[in-house]
């Protein structure tokens, strides 16, 4: 597989047509990069209760789309992993529908379609060189509109006292006391903004190494302005896999003080915060560690084959502390703020599996940061439905291919080294046989 698309792939020759092909991609990278904002924007136009009920099916028939009809694919393997574990999904729905009675159904099937897009995701891009080619030359884009978003919304509040998250536009919310204002970009959660750009920069820092160092300054300072423990986690995380990329020790130098001086500057700046964390007073603090209490007396009590996906809050128990936090009559969806939790709390055994298979899409032997983004899901968010994810999903599917790429390539070079060896071996057989046959 090569990273550049060939000229074949863009005469419209075969495959989609150029023009089909642009809208189509386009499509997908907006869906991709607005994450949660297009789902809370239709969400608000259309009163739906759920933000993904709309963008789910039409993303599902445009990943289709453009399976079928895409040049340089291998079926095969996509759909047999597709097939199997969709077959897997049926089958323990169908037990859970026998022991327990019931089930939200079209919940369920957004889960799947997800986990099937998410790998079939990363089979397009895997197999797909007119895709990777594209993604290459978008990615950038992407990168710099989301950070430029939200750094634009920050300075704006705190030079003009001017809300312009953009979503806040269209709906506005009211700025709480305790966090203040946060920059959103084209999110409708701080976190989720944080974690887009922390993906977009994911793709830049295997796909376009060159351009590293610009946007992860770019991301830094973004991160900070959505002021969410994910962006600071990120953030550290990001510098430190920029400084294992490089060799030289003055690199290493100037990105550690770096590193340390942003981890004073965030200390600085986060005083107060970091103060109320550790006397255990912080709302966002302690509302996930209840939630996933309450998920882990659910867990107890009805593993191994779960409540059933949809019936999370038929079992779980909040206390008197969750008025503080959010209004439970209106967040009729909301379980625990920990993923890993909410699908073995609902789906039992399987729930552990359905994680595994995640974690198994974005893993590439040798590549750390995107398993590490699956992990992150995992723990820091309460649904799988984060669009962002598909955009590392993708990434591994580059990183795959390059990999089994370097395998033919090492193993040619092998092949021939040994073949040239053999051929050194004969002719220097046939040279002592020959001197042998001369000297008598």
């Not at 830049?204 to 302005?225: E, G, T």
């Not at 590490?372 to 962002?388: A, H």
Request: proline content about 4%; hydrophobic content about 55%; some cysteine.
């Amino acid at each position: 597989m090569t990273n550049v698309p060939s000229d074949d792939a863009h005469n419209g020759t075969d495959g989609l047509p150029e023009p089909i092909f642009s809208v189509s991609f386009t499509l997908l990278i907006l869906f991709i990069a607005l994450g949660d904002g297009l789902g809370y924007f239709l969400k608000a136009a259309v009163n739906l209760p759920s933000p993904h009920l709309l963008i789910l099916p039409f993303f599902g028939f445009l990943l289709l789309f453009a399976f079928a009809l895409l040049p340089n694919r291998d079926p095969g393997s996509a759909f047999r992993g597709i097939v199997t574990f969709s077959t897997l999904l049926v089958v323990w729905l169908f037990v859970q529908e026998a022991f327990i009675g019931r089930a939200y159904i079209l919940g369920y099937g957004q889960l799947a379609i997800f986990l099937v897009f998410l790998f079939l995701t990363r089979q397009l891009f895997e197999t797909t060189d007119r895709l990777v080619g594209r993604l290459m030359g978008s990615v950038l884009v992407i990168h710099y509109v989301q950070c430029a978003c939200i750094i634009v919304a920050a300075l704006a509040w705190f030079v003009f006292s001017v809300n312009l998250n953009p979503l806040d536009l269209v709906r506005p919310t009211e700025i709480g006391e305790y966090y203040g204002f946060r920059a959103a970009g084209l999110s409708r959660e701080p976190a989720w903004a944080a974690f887009a750009i922390g993906c977009t920069y994911l793709a830049i820092h295997y796909l376009l190494p060159s351009q590293r160092s610009m946007a992860l300054l770019a991301f830094l300072v973004a991160a900070i302005f959505t002021n969410t423990g994910t962006g600071y986690l990120l953030a550290l995380v990001f510098c430190a896999a920029h400084l294992f990329e490089r060799r030289s020790i003055e690199v290493w130098a100037v990105g550690v003080f770096g590193v340390l001086l942003a981890l004073a500057g965030l200390t600085y700046l986060q005083w107060d915060r970091l103060i109320v964390v550790w006397q255990g007073m912080d709302p966002s603090t302690n509302m996930r560690l209840a939630s996933a209490g309450v998920a882990l007396d659910v867990i107890r009590a009805t593993f191994p084959l779960g409540t059933g996906y949809g019936n999370f809050r038929d079992f779980g128990v909040y206390g008197a502390e969750f008025d503080r936090y959010l209004d439970l009559y209106k967040t009729a969806f909301y379980k625990s703020d920990v993923l890993l939790l909410n699908l073995v709390a609902e789906l039992g055994a399987f729930g552990l599996l359905v994680a595994g298979w995640i974690l198994r899409v974005l893993w590439v032997p040798g590549y750390w940061l995107p398993i590490l983004m699956g992990v992150l899901l995992l723990g820091l968010f309460g649904t799988s439905l984060v669009p962002p994810i598909l955009l590392v999903a993708a990434v591994t599917g580059v990183l795959a291919a390059r990999r089994a790429e370097a395998r033919v390539h090492d193993a040619a070079e092998n092949e021939a080294e040994n073949s040239s060896r053999e051929e050194a071996d004969v002719a220097a057989g046939s040279d002592r046989m020959g001197g042998g046959w001369r000297s008598t």
